[in-house]
């Protein structure tokens, strides 16, 4: 069975503070991971996506990486308007319509 | 461009009533999933379509119902309503040639809470 684990749960930081959020995945046969962003009350907003391991993808301040066990979003100076929660997820190559096994995700707050 | 558009944005029932969820889409997707989002669990998978005419159970199907008579639409059905059943419902969706990159679009979701 496809896990996914993102930590920590929340995460305050202030304007200017870089740090990094977590997931850690088993999976059989990893497809891709994908990074979604969600704001409050809104659907999840497309990130990211990375294939393999040593990949690397930015957008902004945000920047993705992936290693064979875990990826991390690492974000560098984050401004207020950063704050949401960030949604890690998995596919695998096997089955149908490609469907994704989602992490219970990192709620960040960016205080000014 | 509406994008997925979900209705009704929030609802109240009382056990053992019915309803149903509509999801709409105008990009002319293959794929159509519904997912139910419960704090601390992420987003589960609920059922899930690849195209029209045809559905499919996912991670936790019990207790709904789901159709897709139209290509643009996924309708998902609660025929008796339980307060297991309180949650956020998302519904997405993925253009077929997409299937590699994993990047749904989703709705802004249904809240649901049954008494």
């Known amino acids: 069975e496809d896990q996914v684990t993102q930590s920590p749960e929340a995460l305050r930081l202030q304007e200017g503070e870089s740090s990094s959020l977590n997931c850690s995945y088993t999976?059989?046969?990893?497809?891709?991971l994908f990074w979604y962003r969600q704001d409050p009350g809104k659907g999840p907003e497309f990130l990211f996506t990375?294939?393999?391991a040593g990949e690397e993808k930015e957008k902004e301040r945000l920047k993705a990486t992936l290693t064979k066990k875990e990826s991390f979003l690492h974000i560098t100076a984050p401004k207020p308007e950063d704050s949401a929660t960030y949604l890690c997820?998995?596919?695998?190559?096997?089955?149908?319509?490609?469907?994704?096994?989602f992490g219970s995700g990192t709620q960040l707050t960016v205080l000014p | 461009n509406a994008g997925v558009t979900q209705t009704p944005k929030f609802r109240v029932l009382k056990t053992g009533q019915s309803m149903t969820l509509l999801c709409a889409q105008d990009?002319?997707?293959?794929?159509m999933y519904w997912y139910r989002q419960d704090p601390g669990m992420g987003l589960r998978l609920i059922h899930y379509?690849?195209?029209?005419?045809?559905?499919a159970k996912g991670e936790v199907p019990d207790g709904y119902n789901v159709s897709r008579l139209k290509k643009q639409n996924f309708l998902l059905g609660l025929e008796s309503a339980a307060p297991s059943q309180t949650s956020v419902y998302f519904c997405?969706?993925?253009?077929?040639?997409?299937?590699?990159?994993?990047?749904?679009?989703f709705g802004e979701g249904s809240r649901l809470t049954v008494l």
């Open positions: 999976v059989s046969g990893l497809r891709g």
């Open positions: 997820a998995v596919q695998r190559f096997s089955g149908s319509a490609r469907q994704l096994t």
């Open positions: 990009m002319n997707h293959e794929y």
């Open positions: 997405a969706s993925k253009a077929a040639g997409t299937a590699i990159t994993g990047e749904l679009f």
């Open positions: 990375l294939y393999s």
């Open positions: 379509s690849v195209g029209e005419g045809t559905t």
